[in-house]
């Protein structure tokens, strides 16, 4: 197994000690959503969705309603959504979605991060052909019949269905659909009593690069060093598991 095995096994536990940092990229999206529509989940399916997923990774109640009043707040921060885009060592490529309320500081830091960790950052729209946006959508499958829920879903937009293992090694449903169909197949799961477990909008890759056991370890330090930046919300590879 050697240096590569514990790599893996180290960045396991971090990620498991990374419950605070997610904690706050969700409030900075409750934040986000509320400037952008309104305090009102009802009326707001950004907000809603923002609010889903806490929920779906435990968020405490009292830290959502704290986010949503700072959004309120006219002094609260204003954020800027940027897409960075480039490759890590070995060809594979990375793009990294942040929210900031200073550009300069953000760009610094994740050009800082390629740098130091043989990777090269590249111009926005680079990658177009290697990620898709995609609306992704999770649930309990329990004794669903997916084969007619498929059918039933093409009209909302349904590109794709299937059952993977989450974190804890339980069956969960995922469901993709097209970027523009996001809030069509939302609607179409409250109306068939579908609980979602997490709605987002996230980077899909269409091709996938092959790395050996000590390649990936190169790869995944650069990846750590993004996720671990406060502005970073997502990071995407095209690395083959």
Known sequence: MGRAYEFRKERKFKRWAKMSIQFTRLGKEIVMAVKSGGPHVETNSRLRTAVQNGKAVNMPKDRIDAAIKRAI?????????????GYAPHGV???IETATDNTNRTVANVRSYF???NGAL???GALDFIFHRKSVFQFDPQERDLEELEFELIDSGLEDIFVEEDAEGNDVAVLHTSFEDFGKMQRAL??????VKSAKLERVAQSFIEVSEEQA???LKLIDKLE???DVQAVYHNMAE
Not at 78 to 85: A, C, H, L, P
Not at 190 to 195: D, H, L, V
């Open 115 to 117: 740098n130091k960790n």
């Open 228 to 230: 671990e930046d406060d």
């Open 73 to 85: 707040s006219k002094d609260e921060t204003n954020y800027e959504e940027i897409v960075y885009e």
């Open 217 to 219: 370890v190169d790869v």
């Open 190 to 195: 409250e109306e068939k009593g579908i609980e």
């Open 93 to 95: 490529a990375l793009l």
């Open 122 to 124: 590249g111009k926005t």
